[in-house]
């Protein structure tokens, strides 16, 4: 049984809620919702070990305004019905909870006052603190004695072993750790190193030893370990990432442990001394993501929260599929945009926090810091800088000449050799209110880490229609525009009606229709207001309106963005998913196919070549959904039709290999998008049984060379794919095993580079889209020793098929006679030996004719040779495997292989002569014939 409260519990400027508490009585199969939806943030859940169905639910509620649904929840019925027993008002609400666990009616919880802005965030009270129950919840006394009056985010641990020892850990200016030994009647400090916190709001955890009461776990940015209760402390967990917000210890073994960090999980078996990465969760959070343009497989990279700016392939050679060790990082830090060189992808221009633009070359490994203002002011406040950028600052590259770059702080700079040098070319866009560049947080600790920096930009684009039309949008609520390049700017902003006061400009999309239309999304969520915001001007922002359409609440927008090829569909990224509008904004739709998590999408990138959709998600990492065209172009001229084939994008031929073996089955491995030709079509209804659904590929004579099967045939969309192979071999058994297919994938001859066609046909109603096969273009071969090889693999093909013909004529005849020795043991009391000698003497003739074209069944590769049907088949995977004419070894040995096959097949078929001796054998005791072939 497995109960699970929602919302992110750590209140950072980028934090997602949640829906309540979900409880899975199947070991997280399936989960049935609890309610409690609108405390948005659940910082504990507690369940008594005595009980299970008593549960105690500790709500931080909303950190962006007042509200009722916080403080301590509990379910005496296992979640059924809850009771608030633990409230102080609508600002304090749950930062911990835990209980006595040999008495679990002492419970403690912890109340918190905290509230965030986009600028700041306040931090703690006198009326919040530490709190006890000692009825199981029911009732609550306040702990005073020996701790604060005034405490932000406060941490409380029962020890296990011996639960009259209490640790509470608080953002406080008295001290840090204080430690009771009578259950919490009364507390000593026993620390102020504030480093056992780091940041309050972001940490402020600890565990204790389940069998040692002053063995105590400081969980912060460093993982730290005290074993005299908590008076010093020494630092663990080195060699992993920092930033860490969950610690669990075994109960029965406590020298097994799993950390939780910014990085990801590990796990050590020796009391924290060594720690194992195990990285095969996707659950990275991207803000930006971005590719190049490299062939044949472009780059996907972006920006990871705490995590730096990294790159991958979007397609590896890998048969794994793209693993780990793929990804590349390219910068340090909390990672925002990644910008390739249009000229050289592997230099790049890279940010992190508050405005550090990095440029990297990742051949030689030099990066060089190339931002307009190389001060930085970390731990102070904004106002003290003569430039001030975003924690997520925006930088751009300009459509009309991508060396060309646009980066946005409190102005607009301008860069016109990819970052070496910059010009200002706007005044400061915002509002400038000195009020909100002032230090971040208090009454508790204050803080300044760039995440509260306020009164910058934080979108910018330049119009793809005209150049030197730029927009931009910043943190307070103004949208700026300029026609002249940045010379002059004129604010848009109050011609936006229906938005609360300054709200942030999530996003500027310039319109490829015309200069003066743009879209712009602004996000107010850090008010307490979840709405979704999206609005279009067709005249440089004097007129709006609002495209919100259907889009629900809680769907904050963080990018919008209009498709390249279809100007009426347009892409949100909210908080809860991606949506689509093809109306303009009138109505949308959620675009997560068949398998995308609900989960924040904070960008999109459409790839201008490959027209993939490209997603960067807050929690499970990067997606891509292969070739758009079908969502663009899906109208109701699509929709009209019974069937319609899409046009297929460029498909290349390329080989794979593997080059990692035993990875075993922890590693991670990113799905390669399909091999081959990606094939998608609409079925206005489920074609009829007697309508069958067939997809044919067509070469440039109108021959058939490939009739694909089981595809799909849904109402709807329908994908499939082609592999650019002809049809294989015939096997000789259906479904059968192919020794060489761990080595190398098996396929039928290769389709040559050039124009084919698809064909797809429902009942009597067929559609056809051209098909263009390319070569890798890192491949340098002819077209006409891929011709040769096709012949040959063609011809080993034919011959591998006839074979299988053969053996498959002589295992059927084989089953045969053993269908009929065994009626006659059956039948007869006593099998005549002429007729068992006649059985006996087909048998082995059979045998021989296998044994000359198949190796033995059950025989190992080790002990007995390959026969003609495994030379041939061998043959073809290696003449075949490559983007090369075959070798002379291997054409010498196709010749080889043509005789031998020839007279293996001669003497293999003899076998079938000898059935007309061994059938009167039969008819003489009235037992049914062997048939062979043509008989």
Not at 606 to 620: F, K, Q, S, V, Y
Not at 847 to 853: C, N, T, V
Not at 877 to 897: D, K, R
């Amino acid at each position: 049984m497995i109960y699970v409260g929602t919302g992110e519990g750590n209140a950072r400027n980028s934090v997602s809620f949640g829906d309540g508490v979900h409880k899975s009585t199947d070991g997280g199969k399936s989960w049935r919702h609890l309610g409690l939806e609108k405390t948005r943030y659940i910082t504990r859940v507690l369940v008594s070990p005595r009980d299970p169905q008593t549960v105690f639910v500790g709500a931080q509620g909303t950190i962006f305004g007042p509200s009722q649904e916080r403080g301590v929840f509990v379910s005496r019925d296992g979640g059924d019905t809850w009771s608030k027993t633990l409230y102080l008002d609508d600002r304090h609400g749950v930062a911990d909870l835990d209980l006595n666990p040999q008495n679990p009616n002492i419970v403690y919880a912890t109340m918190w006052y905290f509230d965030r802005k986009p600028w700041t965030h306040t931090t703690g009270s006198e009326q919040g603190g530490v709190y006890r129950s000692t009825d199981g919840g029911r009732t609550w006394g306040k702990l005073e004695k020996g701790l604060p009056k005034l405490m932000g985010r406060i941490a409380v641990k029962v020890a296990p072993s011996n639960p009259q020892v209490v640790y509470v850990l608080a953002e406080s200016h008295e001290g840090t750790l204080f430690r009771s030994s009578d259950g919490g009647d009364s507390f000593t400090k026993v620390s102020d190193e504030t480093n056992i916190i780091s940041r309050g709001l972001y940490y402020t955890d600890l565990r204790v030893d389940p069998r040692e009461e002053n063995r105590v776990y400081a969980v912060a940015s460093l993982l730290q370990v005290s074993i005299d209760g908590g008076r010093t402390f020494r630092r663990m967990s080195q060699q992993t990432h920092i930033d860490y917000h969950s610690l669990w210890i075994d109960p029965l073994d406590p020298s097994r442990m799993w950390q939780g960090q910014d990085g990801g999980i590990a796990v050590s078996y020796d009391r924290g001394e060594r720690w194992d990465v195990v990285n095969n969760i996707a659950v990275s959070q991207f803000y930006q993501v971005m590719a190049d343009n490299r062939e044949p497989f472009y780059f996907v990279g972006g920006g990871l929260q705490d995590n730096g700016v990294w790159r991958a392939p979007s397609r590896t050679r890998e048969p794994a599929g793209i693993l780990n060790e793929d990804w590349v990082m390219v910068s340090f830090g909390d990672g925002f945009t990644w910008l390739p060189h249009p000229d050289d992808p592997d230099v790049s221009l890279s940010l992190s926090q508050g405005g550090n633009l990095f440029r990297t070359d990742t051949r030689t490994r030099e990066q060089q810091l190339v931002g307009p203002q190389a001060r930085r002011n970390d731990g102070g406040p904004a106002g003290e800088l003569k430039y001030r950028f975003n924690w997520n600052a925006p930088l751009v590259a300009s459509p009309h000449d991508p060396r060309t770059v646009y980066f946005g702080g409190n102005v607009v700079f301008k860069s016109s050799d990819f970052g070496t040098t910059w010009e200002v070319v706007s005044p400061d866009l915002t509002t400038n209110d000195p009020e909100k560049q002032k230090t971040a947080g208090g009454p508790a600790w204050r803080e300044n880490t760039t995440a509260e920096y306020h009164c910058t930009i934080i979108s910018l684009a330049e119009s793809p229609v005209e150049r030197g039309v730029l927009w931009a949008g910043t943190d307070d609520g103004y949208v700026q525009v300029s026609r002249d390049g940045g010379a002059t700017w004129t604010n848009v902003s109050a011609n936006v009606k229906g938005v609360g006061p300054t709200p942030p400009v999530s996003h500027v999309e310039p319109s490829r229709t015309a200069a003066g239309t743009a879209y712009v999304s602004f996000d107010r969520h850090m008010f307490d207001d979840f709405k979704p915001y999206i609005f279009k001007t067709t005249d440089f922002g004097r007129t709006w309106t609002r495209i919100t359409g259907n889009l629900p609440d809680g769907a904050w927008v963080w990018v919008v963005r209009e498709d390249p090829k279809n100007p009426s569909l347009i892409y949100a990224g909210t908080e809860i998913g991606v949506f689509a509008s093809r109306d303009g904004g009138s109505t949308w739709f959620k675009l997560h196919l068949g398998n995308l998590p609900a989960v924040s999408v904070h960008d999109i990138y459409i790839h201008p070549r490959e027209n993939d959709i490209i997603l960067g998600t807050h929690g499970r990492g990067m997606w891509i959904l292969d070739d758009a065209t079908a969502v663009q172009q899906l109208g109701p001229e699509v929709t009209s039709k019974s069937v319609h084939v899409f046009p297929v994008p460029r498909s290349w031929r390329f080989t794979t290999r593997f080059t990692r073996y035993g990875l075993g089955d922890r590693a991670y491995r990113g799905a390669n998008p399909p091999g081959g030709a990606l094939i998608t079509y609409w079925l206005k209804e489920k074609p009829a049984k007697d309508a069958p659904v067939s997809i044919r590929i067509l070469d440039s004579t109108g021959t058939v060379v490939r009739d694909l099967k089981n595809v799909p045939a849904e109402a709807g969309m329908n994908r499939t794919t082609w592999d650019l192979s002809y049809e294989p071999a015939r096997p000789r058994r259906a479904g059968a095993a192919d020794e060489f297919a761990m080595f190398m994938p098996r396929f039928g001859p290769r389709a040559v580079p050039g124009t084919y066609r698809v064909r797809l046909t429902v009942g009597k109603e067929t559609v056809e889209q051209p098909l263009e096969v390319q070569l890798d273009p890192m491949v340098k071969t002819s077209v006409d020793d891929l011709r040769r090889q096709f012949d040959v693999a063609t011809k080993l093909r034919d011959l591998e098929s006839e074979v299988n013909d053969v053996l498959r004529s002589l295992d059927g005849a084989k089953d045969q006679l053993e269908e009929r020795r065994k009626t006659a043991r059956t039948f007869m009391r006593e099998v005549p030996s002429e007729l068992a000698k006649a059985l006996d003497d087909h048998g082995k003739r059979l045998d021989e004719a296998i044994g000359r074209l198949a190796r033995p069944s059950g025989a190992p590769t080790w002990s007995v040779g390959p026969r003609i049907v495994e030379q041939l088949s061998g043959l073809a995977s290696t003449v075949g495997g490559v983007n090369a004419a075959p070798t002379a070894a291997q054409m010498a040995y196709f010749s080889e292989l043509q005789g031998a096959a020839t007279r293996a097949l001669a003497e293999s078929r003899q076998a079938f002569a000898a059935l007309d001796e061994l059938n009167a054998a039969l008819a003489r005791f009235g037992i049914p014939a062997v048939k062979g072939p043509g008989l």
